[in-house]
């Protein structure tokens, strides 16, 4: 099976340098000091590219969050992503490379001003992942000197506007700004700049940037949320949408409903990429796959909690043993939608013989909203491949369970057999993220005016 000619999957990575799990820094093969090791973001960013990837992702926090000490220090500390961004940039030519901001806390000048900057200095490969802060997120409101995390509503009432005044910065200057008259002296024509005199109810902005317009004018945005307002923003400003992956038939319905959201807003939907996030435990066999999966799930430093697997599973397993069989306790029993979890876990283990004890640490460690695949490269590679045939996304990102050998298993494994079947690219054949994203070149929304303008006075 080979994909239609216009319809690519697409790759990135989620930078996890201690992996995306509870207990992934206890695997042997995990970076401790990850989050701070530039040699460390060095390797995983070129094996990706390597892997011909569209872009390199950066997630972020304003949280402060130290917990008991045995949770993944993924949670505890959060670099600067601007800055770890120009470092990749710089380290790497051809991926993509994804910075976020919290708008909620941020300040649209200096976002627009960061963000070309990083696209100025990667040369056009720079994206913006905007998020706003999850509900109750107080401990980052504190970190600002406020008392609580805004409500939804407004959170995206602010991120609308700021978002707004961005797009109109990176638009503050057209693209032949440079005149460079060494005869005359002119170096800039300031024509070519305009103020946008933004006075919001949350910003007031002038303008223009101080920094040329980008080589992309408009970077790609990334968003993710499963609230309606974050829907809202998505399909109209959008254009990557990450989700969970929770089973194929309710991603595909997923699938159908954002596009549609962006068909709403008069966008072209086939622009608009719809990308989960996978953990990959990928081996050279099916067997060693499994085996490396049971042996990270056996780490878990927490004891059995009936409490948290019933809740999950929404059904009181407090009764039985953590060694019964799944399949003896919920045998003729109805568990409703919740039925996914069990199937989701008999998937992952590649058997129906697991005990509560194993289904609770799957849930504890992988909970069911992340999909889990585990096997060898073409098991891998036929999960993606049915799920990217059947639309249940567009695009996968690497939810890395160990840092560095997850992305290196993939790209090794992986990656050779999604290209063999013609659904991955064997080259980069372009060359700006935009490009990447088969996202059509962003057009300078001023100059556009002023050529309408200009038209129509010649033809009066």
Known sequence: MTASSDRRLKLAVSMWPAGRHTTSWLDPEAQLDGEVNPDFYKHVAQTAERGIFDYFFLGNSQESIVGDGRGNPFHTFKPDTFTAAQYVAAV??????????????????????????????????AG????????????????????DHPTGAIRYEV??????????????????????????????NPSRSRTIDHNGKYFSVTGPLNIPRSPQGQLPIIHAGHSKDSYE??????????????????????????KAQVAGKGRDPNQHTVITGVNFYVRETLAEAKAYFEASQRRLPYPYDAK??????????????????????????????????????????????????ELFRLERNDPSFVATAVGSGKEVADWI??????RAFDAVKVFPNALPSSIDSFVK??????QRRGIARKAYDTVTLREHLSLEKAINRYDKVSDVRLAEAAAF
């Open 92 to 125: 790497t030519s051809r991926i993509g490379v994804v910075a976020t901001i919290n708008a909620t806390y941020s300040h649209p000048y200096d976002v627009a001003r960061q963000a070309a900057t990083l696209d100025h200095f990667s040369k056009g490969r």
């Open 385 to 390: 491949e049915r799920n990217f045939h059947e």
């Open 128 to 147: 913006l992942n905007i998020i706003t802060g999850a509900d109750g997120s107080n401990a980052i409101a504190q970190n600002y000197g406020k008392l």
């Open 233 to 258: 923003f998505g399909a109209k400003y959008g254009d990557v949408r990450f989700t969970y992956f929770r089973d194929t038939v309710w991603n595909k319905k997923l699938y159908a409903d954002v």
């Open 413 to 418: 494994w992986v990656v050779p057999e999604l």
């Open 308 to 357: 948290y697997l019933s809740d999950t599973l929404k059904f009181d397993v407090s009764a039985f043993s953590l060694q019964e069989k799944v399949r003896d306790v919920f045998s003729g029993r109805d568990v409703g939608e919740t039925d996914y979890v069990i199937q989701r876990a008999y998937e992952t283990y590649w058997r129906d013989d697991i005990t509560l004890e």
């Open 159 to 188: 991120t609308t506007e700021l978002f707004e005044v961005v797009q109109k910065l990176w638009d503050s200057w057209s693209d032949d700004w440079i005149v460079g008259d060494r005869t005359t002296g002119q170096f800039l």
